[in-house]
């Protein structure tokens, strides 16, 4: 996606946490997201920030937002075999409302 | 509440031929956007239709066309079809009023996956 930037994969225990990073280049975006993707399927949002929030928590999802260095991160605590899919960060830029760019997303693998 | 509900779910096409990919929106949702996603890509903007208009539009050529109709639903057109239109086609709707304020959130269907040889 247009300066929106993942790593490719990641692979973590069953158990540990997973640390997903993101970094995005338009300092005026109000909302990022994470959406999740599994095999055959569309995407499905997991969570968003607006963009004077730090963080957001949700059960087992944590999101950090750093703004001055537009660093986006989703951690899932404990993660969990169904948890494998490929994650994608977002964002909506306040110059157009109508466009959300994603990134290229992570593919997230689970060790037994 | 229905979701997000795209056809076909897969076709296959000839480079040069036509094709119109359908979506119904979510019940109470009145902003359809469509993305394009190449393997192993994430999803790209093609366009936005609100109240039956285009509302924005991504990096795509005119060859890339839609419509949505009075019940919000909406289709894609892909004129001269190349081999590099081969992706799985997503739409995604929005509820009304979220456009310019709120967060925007995208609810997606599954896809069309279209394969262009």
């Known amino acids: 996606g247009e300066d929106v930037e993942q790593s490719l994969f990641l692979s973590v225990r069953e158990g540990d946490s997973s640390v997903i990073n993101c970094t995005y280049t338009d300092s005026s975006s109000t909302y990022l997201y994470w959406y999740k993707q599994e095999p055959g399927a569309g995407l499905q949002l997991l969570t968003y920030?607006?963009?004077?929030?730090d963080m957001k928590q949700d059960q087992r999802l944590t999101v950090l937002l750093n703004k001055k260095d537009k660093h986006l991160s989703l951690r899932i605590a404990d993660t969990q075999t169904g948890d494998s899919a490929i994650y994608f960060c977002?964002?909506?830029?306040?110059?157009?409302?109508?466009?959300?760019?994603f990134g290229s997303g992570t593919r997230l693998s689970i060790r037994p | 509440e229905t979701g997000v509900t795209q056809s076909p779910t897969h076709l296959i096409k000839t480079r040069g031929q036509q094709v119109t990919l359908r979506c119904s929106s979510q019940s109470g949702h009145n902003t359809v956007s469509w993305y394009q996603q190449a393997l192993g890509q994430g999803p790209q903007f093609i366009f936005q239709y609100y109240r039956e208009e285009e509302n924005g539009r991504g990096n795509f050529p005119p060859r890339f066309s839609g419509l949505q109709f009075p019940n919000y639903s909406s289709e894609l057109n892909v004129n001269a079809l190349e081999l590099d239109d081969s992706a799985l086609y997503l739409c995604a709707s929005t509820p009304a009023g979220s456009r310019s304020s709120g967060a925007n959130v995208l609810t997606f269907g599954a896809g069309s996956r279209l394969t262009v040889l």
């Open positions: 920030i607006f963009s004077n929030m």
């Open positions: 977002a964002e909506r830029r306040d110059s157009s409302a109508s466009k959300i760019i």
